[in-house]
């Protein structure tokens, strides 16, 4: 058990490569932390400095109280589950998985116990005696998991664990590392490109972005006030709707937000802090559930017309053409919308989501 | 445009069965989808309509002409494969005029300019026309060759046949293509067959579906039928998101003698329920039940809970708490549960 701390970490590749651009973060004892972004973001060069295997430009890692700067892979007790597998071709998947253990010399009974427990919960008991070759991606890639589980280290880093497996698994699986990270109490740092796995599995996420760490907080904290556009965009499934408002003249202390002679909400003059001039733009965001579908026209609204409509069993997911430009809704499942069916639409006033055309940086009331 | 049947096709590599006598009428100008897991022959059956592959068995026809010995350049197929065989030596435009300027195809070059620039615009690809495909990444590849194919729509091409087609693209993407996808196909009027594992984007865009499940066809139906009548166990263990949760019913069994007591079947062995049709609560009632782990998904979330019979998903509210191990009891919706024979066959339920 240990805590992870990252204070002012920076990675230059061959000095002028910012991959990862002063980040400071610290990932308590018994933490599930999630580093999540789109690829090239830094995730995978944080984790990698985090375990050892890069080294750091500028700034300091901690286990504890400890600085690990100089300190080799092998000293710091972190157990690394790969993207990439990394599997020995030569031995079996029980000597693969036992090799952590052979190497601290445990018992032969204490080796089996534990290599048969992690298989058993990763479904690969059945492929215990075959080489690494003879197994698909997805089995080899449960095969690295169960390598690094089988440890019980201080922390474990996971790089896209379960990104190569079929979606019933990876389903399956998310619950799997979720519960036993629970029972196990490890520090987890894990990384992935997937939102829907760290929304589901973290205690935190650290949303990342160009080298930048642009958010940390709980998921329902990123979901619920994304500090920026581009996490309000990337936190989400199907993501939220963005668009182009301006802002109308005050009134009584009082401003609307405007799609063209269409007035969407009115705004708290607290809100405006002066850098929001009248007629000036507005980014606004809506999650797709956050719609209501024919308001009076009297309410905050604009028309519509249906583009496309998709049933599911639960839902309805649609395409509307607006004055804001295309939207997507998900609206409750029974919903009946015909093709180039004419509608009003009106987000949900306490769900909007203001952002600085400029800056991208979320708009609140303070 | 036409329309294509399947009629008792089979296709073995080597002694492998990998279509087994599947027989299909899909009609003129519909969204088909060919639903099922990989490796249950979705890519076959679309290389046996594009004559790619030859079927060791059974025929496949176009409105009334039989294709067999037809080669696939003669059968006027517009086609985007998993792996996106471009030119690489060639633009991304270059790649997209290609199939307008193939011998016979008589479309001017303001029509394939026209064309060429709707396509680009629909898949977000307008500003790489003038890269060659090596500069690009595999979902923009992939991007490039599903245009290749949308280009012709309406050029009188028989059929189009997309094979997991934006499998490779990021979320927005995806659920933009999506909707967008089904738009074009409904104004081209092409019939189109289409071939995905995901369930969302299957039963999305379809007009109608194909269940496929080792090379046999399981059910075919509207989504609409399909998601109210699963055929049988293993059809509607691969719908929902997440999926239906199916229970064994032990007949001695506590969640047995509730569902009796809710009107099951007297034959059924297995109870199907959807993760939105169960509530949860810590009062009386109910199925015993205790959390495994809890996964919040923003509004919602899913709740694992372990209960006679299985493990259930349930989809609830985010605002509730949950404490994995965690006493819980689980309240289904049972007039809306599907009730399945021993056979794995459905035999009634399901209302809406």
């Known amino acids: 058990m240990a805590s992870v701390t990252l204070r002012n970490v920076t990675k230059r590749y061959g000095g002028a490569v910012l991959a990862v651009d002063n980040i400071s973060l610290s990932v308590a004892d018994g933490e599930f932390l999630a580093l999540l972004g789109p690829s090239g973001c830094g995730k995978t060069s944080t984790m990698r400095m985090i375990a050892g295997l890069e080294d750091i430009s500028e700034g300091e890692i901690l286990v504890d109280d400890t600085i690990t700067n100089n300190l080799s892979s092998a000293e710091r007790n972190v157990a690394m589950a790969f993207e990439n597998y990394g599997l020995y071709p030569h031995k079996t998947v029980f000597g693969n998985i036992a090799y952590p253990l052979v190497v601290r010399r445990r018992s032969r009974r204490d080796i089996e116990d534990n290599v048969l427990r992690v298989a058993a919960m990763l479904h690969i008991d059945d492929v215990l005696d075959r080489k690494p070759a003879e197994l698909s991606g997805g089995f080899q890639q449960r095969v690295s998991l169960a390598r690094a589980l089988v440890r019980e280290p201080s922390v474990f880093l996971m790089d896209e664990p379960i990104s190569h497996l079929d979606a019933d698994l990876r389903s399956v699986m998310r619950g799997e590392l979720k519960r036993l990270q629970k029972d196990n109490g490890a520090t987890t740092i894990y990384v992935t490109h997937d939102q829907l796995e760290a929304m589901s599995m973290a205690d935190r996420i650290a949303v990342m972005d160009h080298g930048v760490l642009q958010q940390v907080g709980t998921p329902l904290e990123i979901f619920n006030a994304p500090a920026n556009e581009f996490v309000a965009s990337f936190i989400g499934e199907p993501p939220m709707n963005l668009f182009t408002a301006h802002v109308g003249a005050s009134d009584d202390g009082r401003s609307p937000v405007l799609i063209g002679e269409h007035e969407l909400l009115v705004l708290d003059d607290r809100l405006r802090a002066g850098a929001l001039a009248d007629g000036g733009a507005i980014r606004v965001g809506v999650r797709p559930k956050d719609f209501v579908l024919n308001a009076s026209a009297s309410d905050a609204s604009m028309p519509a017309e249906v583009r496309v409509a998709e049933a599911l069993i639960d839902r309805v997911l649609a395409t509307l053409d607006s004055p804001a430009g295309r939207l997507r809704l998900e609206l409750p499942a029974g919903t009946n919308l015909r093709e180039g069916e004419r509608v009003r639409v009106a987000p949900r006033a306490d769900r909007i989501h203001l952002f600085d055309p400029e800056t991208g940086k979320a708009i609140r009331l303070v | 445009m036409?329309?294509?049947?399947?009629?008792?096709?089979?296709?073995?590599?080597?002694?492998?069965?990998?279509?087994?006598?599947?027989?299909?009428?899909?009609?003129?100008?519909?969204?088909?989808?060919?639903?099922?897991?990989?490796?249950?022959?979705?890519?076959?059956?679309?290389?046996?309509?594009?004559?790619?592959?030859?079927?060791?068995?059974?025929?496949?026809?176009?409105?009334?002409?039989?294709?067999?010995?037809?080669?696939?350049?003669?059968r006027n197929v517009a086609m985007a494969f998993e792996s996106y065989a471009l030119y690489p030596h060639i633009s991304?435009?270059?790649?997209?005029?290609?199939?307008?300027?193939?011998?016979?195809?008589?479309?001017?070059?303001?029509?394939?300019?026209?064309?060429?620039?709707?396509?680009?615009?629909?898949l977000e690809i307008t500003p790489l026309l003038n890269r060659r495909p090596s500069q690009l990444s595999g979902g923009q590849r992939q991007r490039v060759s599903l245009g290749r194919a949308l280009v012709r729509s309406g050029t009188g091409v028989s059929v189009t046949l997309l094979d997991e087609p934006i499998a490779h693209l990021d979320a927005r993407l995806r659920h933009w293509l999506r909707g967008e996808l089904r738009h074009y196909q409904q104004k081209a009027d092409t019939t189109t067959v289409y071939a995905s594992p995901d369930y969302v984007e299957a039963f999305a865009v379809a007009d109608r579906l194909m269940v496929l499940i080792d090379g046999r066809v399981r059910q075919v139906g509207t989504p609409l039928e399909i998601q109210t009548h699963p055929a049988d166990t293993d059809v509607a263990g691969m719908i929902g998101d997440p999926k239906m949760n199916l229970l064994g019913l032990d007949s001695s069994g506590e969640l047995a003698r509730q569902a009796r007591q809710h009107g099951a079947h007297p034959a059924a062995a297995t109870v199907g329920i959807w993760p939105t049709d169960a509530k949860l609560d810590r009062t009386q009632g109910g199925i015993p039940g205790t959390v495994y782990v809890v996964e919040p998904l923003g509004e919602d979330a899913i709740v694992r809970v372990d209960v006679p019979g299985g493990r259930m998903q349930i989809k609830t509210s985010s605002s509730q708490t949950y404490r994995p191990g965690e006493p819980i009891n689980v309240h289904p919706a049972w007039e809306r549960a599907h009730y399945f024979g021993g056979d794995g066959a459905r035999i009634g339920g399901g209302a809406l």
């Open chain 2, 2 to 74: 036409s329309q294509v049947e399947l009629r008792s096709l089979t296709k073995h590599y080597g002694r492998q069965p990998a279509l087994d006598n599947v027989e299909v009428s899909i009609r003129d100008g519909e969204f088909f989808v060919i639903f099922g897991r990989p490796g249950a022959g979705k890519s076959t059956t679309l290389k046996v309509i594009a004559g790619i592959e030859d079927p060791t068995d059974g025929q496949v026809v176009f409105g009334d002409q039989p294709m067999n010995g037809i080669p696939p350049q003669r």
């Open chain 2, 92 to 122: 991304v435009a270059a790649n997209l005029e290609f199939p307008l300027k193939a011998p016979g195809r008589s479309i001017g070059i303001d029509e394939r300019q026209r064309r060429i620039s709707e396509v680009a615009e629909l």
